[in-house]
């Protein structure tokens, strides 16, 4: 029904309405009678706006074409990220909202035993459920710090999120479909459009190495904090792998591929995602040879509470609190320093929810006299890796900025 | 003094007949709307696909109001060829000087399918280098602090 409407709708605008347009624009659409069939010019369209995504107002937009939008450090201060102030990442242009019983996943490629498609009722009804509240954190979180300057969204630090996904693991997927002895990679495939427009393009086709794919946490995903996957983070389905760069975790699933080499589809390619393998100096150029994939994102913290920029008066203590995580590793401790990293006190840090998910640390400090201060927290891992103070290493593309988050207190 | 006073009130009032026609504008674009809705994209079927995007000129304070960029030379040829595929705001949030830039181009030409530039390339890299132009912030930057009282 919405269909045909649209379809009159469209005629009546074709044949009578650009008269109307075109005075109310005050020019001429040139090349009007050249518009394919069932096109719309752009300012007929909806427009798409955070609202229209399901995201609060106070969220920061980088980039509408494509949809790059990052969540202010102090509001990333639920202990379970509602999906209202999660960071978006997108490649491609947002897909138009699939119904659910047109829509199928294919598992294909050259070390899949046969290929086999699924629908949603499929993967409902034949496979476990499991939810994991999962840290994703894009590659880029942190960019806009690294001098030279690199290329893409200029990132503060909320390109990350931790929130409970329900899905089915990939493992029972691929254990059900069968996969060769030669299987290494798993690549995925989105309904989300190139930015060009090019139909034969993809925004983007990334994955993960096998043994990520066969581990519990890592699911396809149908719900999102108890609730239906919004179409900004991939309905119908998407992939989950946490503590991989987000980008791993593509959106709008309509095919998996299992393959016999490490996936080559869009954004796998250097420099995309990749990191050299030995470190060069910022601003220079790196052989292709000398990149490798990032898999387990570096250890990380941030201060949810007080946002940046809190006065006091002198006497009173601060009471702050966040979250840290460490890609693949769980974080062990956390510590905080208010002079410039000369001294560390230890804060409370909370145990994990699950494997991947971010903790939550608090600490409570006494300033010794009155005066501007910097919160600094530093994280450090199971195996000893600790935040650096300083922008670490820099790289082409501008990735895995895990610097000690600061904030700035005035004791009055 | 009264000089100041007078130009702030002129443009006031400079303010509030634009807000009016603003207005006037919206209602006419609502009614048109209420009979001719908003339908989705459907770009499925088409053959060829021609974008036809309506921009305004006007620039407000050095800047061209509907894309933010900096007016300055060569500001037309930036709009018309990287405000296609992506948002303007990817452009103006990246700072490169003139190699950088044209590295910038370069990807996109090689992996994402921007066309061939020709004479423009300069024009275009040299207002990219002009007006986004990387400045020097060490190893980290202060931090920029808006103080609030905390309760």
Redesign the interface.
């Known amino acids: 029904m919405k269909k045909g409407k649209?379809k009159q709708?469209?005629a009546?605008?074709k044949n009578s309405?650009y008269s109307?347009l075109a005075s109310?624009?005050g020019?001429e659409?040139?090349?009007?009678n050249?518009?394919?069939?069932?096109?719309?010019?752009?300012?007929?369209?909806?427009?798409e706006s955070l609202k229209s995504l399901g995201k609060e107002a106070s969220l920061t937009?980088?980039?509408?074409?494509?949809w790059n939008v990052e969540t202010p450090v102090h509001l990333l201060d639920d202990q379970v990220t509602p999906a209202s102030k999660m960071f978006i990442r997108n490649n491609g242009l947002l897909p138009?909202r699939i119904k659910l019983e047109d829509w199928t996943l294919t598992l294909q490629g050259e070390s899949v035993k046969s290929t086999k498609t699924y629908s949603m009722s499929d993967i409902k009804d034949k496979f476990r459920h499991y939810s994991y509240h999962l840290v994703l954190e894009c590659g880029g979180n942190g960019r806009g710090?690294f001098?030279?300057?690199t290329?893409?969204?200029?990132w503060g630090v909320g390109a990350v999120s931790c929130a409970k996904w329900t899905g089915i693991r990939l493992k029972d997927l691929l254990q059900d479909v069968g996969i060769n002895n030669d299987a290494v990679y798993i690549g995925y495939h989105g309904l989300d459009s190139?930015?060009?427009?090019?139909p034969n393009?993809e925004a983007i086709s990334r994955g993960i190495p096998l043994w990520k794919a066969l581990q519990e946490e890592t699911l396809l995903a149908f719900a999102l904090n108890d609730e239906e996957l919004p179409l900004a983070h991939g309905f119908p389905l998407r992939l989950v792998a946490g503590g991989f760069p987000a980008s791993a975790s593509g959106k709008w699933l309509k095919a998996l591929s299992v393959r016999n080499k490490v996936h080559d589809g869009?954004k796998m390619?250097s420099p995309s995602y990749r990191i050299p393998i030995s470190p060069i100096e910022p601003g220079s150029s790196v052989d292709e040879d000398n990149m490798r994939i990032i898999e387990s994102m570096p250890v990380r913290s941030i201060i949810t509470y007080?946002?940046?920029?809190?006065?006091?008066p002198f006497g009173r203590k601060?009471n702050i609190r966040g979250h840290a995580w460490a890609g693949e590793e769980a974080v062990k401790q956390v510590e905080y320093s208010i002079d410039f990293g000369s001294t560390w006190q230890l804060c409370n840090l909370e145990k994990p929810i699950n494997r991947l998910a971010w903790q939550h640390f608090s600490a409570t400090i006494e300033f010794p006299i009155k005066g501007y201060y910097?919160v600094w927290v530093k994280a450090i891992d199971m195996k000893g890796v600790s935040q650096p103070?300083?922008?670490p290493a820099w790289n082409p593309k501008g990735y895995l900025n895990n610097?000690c988050h600061?904030?700035?207190v005035?004791l009055t | 003094m009264k000089d100041a006073d007078l130009k702030k009130i002129l443009v006031a009032l400079a303010g509030l007949s634009t807000l009016l026609l603003l207005l006037v504008m919206a209602a006419?674009?609502s009614v048109?709307f209420l009979y001719?809705?908003?339908?989705?994209?459907?770009?499925?079927?088409?053959?060829?696909?021609?974008?036809?995007?309506?921009l305004s000129d006007e620039i407000q304070n050095g800047f061209h109001v509907e894309t933010g960029f900096v007016e300055g030379e060569g500001l037309q040829l930036v709009i018309a060829n990287c405000t296609n595929?992506?948002?303007a705001?990817?452009v103006t949030?990246?700072?490169?000087t003139k190699e950088?830039w044209t590295?910038?181009i370069r990807?996109m030409q090689e992996?994402?399918?921007?066309w061939d530039l020709g004479n423009n390339e300069e024009v275009i890299v040299a207002y990219l280098a002009k007006y986004y132009a990387?400045e020097?912030?060490?190893?980290?930057?202060a931090?920029q602090?808006?103080?609030?009282?905390?309760e």
């Open positions: 649209g709708r469209r009546f605008i309405a109307i109310l624009v020019m659409i040139v090349f009007a050249k518009m394919p069939v069932g096109y719309e010019p752009i300012i007929f369209q909806e427009k937009v980088l980039n509408d074409k494509p138009d710090e001098y030279p300057p290329e893409g969204n200029q190139h930015l060009s427009g090019d393009k869009s390619e007080p946002k940046s920029g809190a006065q006091l601060l910097e103070m300083v922008v610097a600061r904030i700035a005035k | 006419i674009f048109v001719f809705p908003p339908v989705g994209r459907s770009l499925e079927n088409s053959e060829s696909i021609e974008k036809f995007e309506i595929c992506h948002s705001k990817l949030q990246n700072r490169f950088g590295n910038v990807w992996t994402q399918g921007l990387p020097a912030r060490g190893r980290r930057k931090l602090v808006e103080w609030y009282d905390l």
